[in-house]
């Protein structure tokens, strides 16, 4: 567009066939008429976590119709949502349990048995409750992986600038390395059990590094063949561990008591710090968000988004239930057989068989290798989920797209290697390993933060998850919890100096995003891009230069297709600093919104009289000045939308594929950016009007605006 010019009112009528909504002929026409996207290129060098081949389609031949359903979530306010159904559950099953291993691994059967040993039935409430937090961070990351079609460690390394990154993929590895050294610790104890102590640590930490490719390797058969796997593991610790409590005979009365009945002494402090620590392993965060993207699910789709919220919600509820269940049998088996026993403290993952064997004796099937099977299916499990987040981790902060078996390859070696050492180096005794396995926790502890404050921050920012953002009453625990979770200390000394890293780091990571490229810019960077022009006269427009201000532009709105909204600004003629500011909108569905200002509040008129535009030098309607416009005592910005309404565009078609909501949330970071580029206008009165189908608009829109003020405001 050339400066000081607008082009003729015929031209705006060019754009109406990308927007219009009717008929797939239509559609097929504007997308022909696009140009290529130039992000193409970009996508396919970006790495991702599932291609679009390995996913699962989860939609039912006999279900409802999701185009339908999504057009009803575009234009209904409260939707029909579809029946439930067990075979579509079914089909989403999966994610929810390998994400649950995290709460089986060796590391958590060692808090487990120290709970039991130390504390007895006590601190099973906390164990509950540990569960339940969990559920809700896992929850949280499922939600950003649905919503958005990418998990945390992509959207940090959008989100966050180079250094932080960096940094959080740095705490990440750690915390990846610490886990697994635990995980294939535990396997490879399990191995050695199993062998009659034939097989020394280190030859089982070996042989658990080449089961972790076997069965990786079954991905190559489907996403479902692996999930069958650990289907099978998790199995195996249900039963050996049923199995171990049925053989004990628990105290049903205190076992009930434990879990209803808060109690915490200073004397198991350590080991409720151990229950709660285990419990959310930072690696898993970063897991579940990739591994619910296994699924066919299109995140422009709101209604698919909804029911895959609904279906891993229920799905990842039971998967978390049955870990409880669980750790609460190994828990109660080393109540029954320790507690208040003075090996009660000597306990650790290397003796704890024998320790039973000699408690419980023989049997039909010797509890000691009962244990060793339980212990082997929690670190095998463990072992290839940790390799499996790794590759997540490094293949989104870092966008490395390399082949799955190189990837695996140097995500296990990050692990392997310390943890051969360790195996050689630890191996001299039963409380060595104790004493690594609670350092170890304590790392976890620590890492903890690096991964919920980057969870907790994008899932409530609306420029990443626009609709599924979550509320303020949903954000106001987390601090607290990441800062105690994360600080608990084993002595009140320690607690101060690491309580205020967290809340430092806390603060620290939450403002970054606000410096991304995802964000709604500061006046200066909108500045920087600002893309306006200043109108001085019109075609058809005789009388010379225009009697008012007029200005033109583009605000992107959608960085990811390039999608920008065209606007006119025609500022007041009265006082422009001092009059109120409307938004206009109108209605269509999709029509320019140029008909707001020839035919509506704008201060010229199309002139009612006949004209001939088709023949040689045809021509242009004539524009005539309206003295009784609304731009009298107010400035007007009138805007085209949503994108493929009149000048507005998308330069990927997947751009042009908005509803109502989508829409609004649009306009709303429109505003935002273009008073950041106006800031003139911040003190003058502000108005949202619009005609026909903007009525559906406006009052969302305005609503959206309302709640962000009061939430700047601390009102409710």
Known sequence: MASGTLPAVAGGGEAAPAADAGGARADEEARALLPPSPSSSEEDLEERAYEATE?????????????????????????????????????FTGPGFLMSIAFLDPGNLEGDLQAGAVAGDTLLWLLLWATAMGLLVQLLAARLGVATGRHLAELCRDEYPDWARRALWLMAEVAMVGADIQEVIGSAIAIKILSRGYLPLWAGVVITALDCFIFLSLENYGVRKLEAVFAILIATMAISFAWMFTDTKPNMKDLIIGILVPKLSSRTIRQAVGVVGCVIMPHNVFLHSALVQSRKIDPNKEHQVREALRYYSIESTIALAVSFMINLFVTTVFAKGFYGTKEAGNIGLENAGQYLQEKFGGGFFPILYIWGIGLLAAGQSSTITGTYAGQFIMGGFLNLKLKKWIRSLITRSFAIVPTIIVALFFDTSDSALDILNEWLN?????????????LITLVSKEQVMGVFKIGRNTQWPWPVYVSHHGGMPASNAAMSPRLHLHLFLLFTLSSLPTYSRLSVPTSAAAAANANHHVVTSLPGYDDGELPFRLETGYVTVDEEHGAELFYYLIESENDPRGDPLLLWLTGGYRCSVLSGVFFEVGPVRLALEPYRPY????ELP???????????????????SPVGAGFSFSRHPDGYLVGDISASLQLKRFLAKWIADHPDYL?????????????????????KISEEMRAIDGRP
């Open 683 to 703: 003190a003058n009165p502000f108005y949202i009007g619009g005609d026909s189908y903007a009525g559906k608009i406006v009052p969302f829109l305005a609503q």
């Open 442 to 454: 304590v790392l976890q502890s620590i890492q903890i933060p690096f991964a919920l404050i980057p």
């Open 55 to 91: 996913k699962v389609i989860v939609s039912l031949a006999d279900g409802p119709d999701t185009d339908d359903l999504e057009e009803g979530f575009a234009t209904s306010p409260s939707p029909t949502q579809p029946p439930f159904s067990w075979r579509k559950l079914w089909l």
């Open 622 to 640: 004539r524009l005539r000045y309206h003295p009784y416009g609304w731009t009298k005592s107010a400035s007007v910005l009138f805007v085209d």
């Open 615 to 618: 023949e040689v030098g045809g």
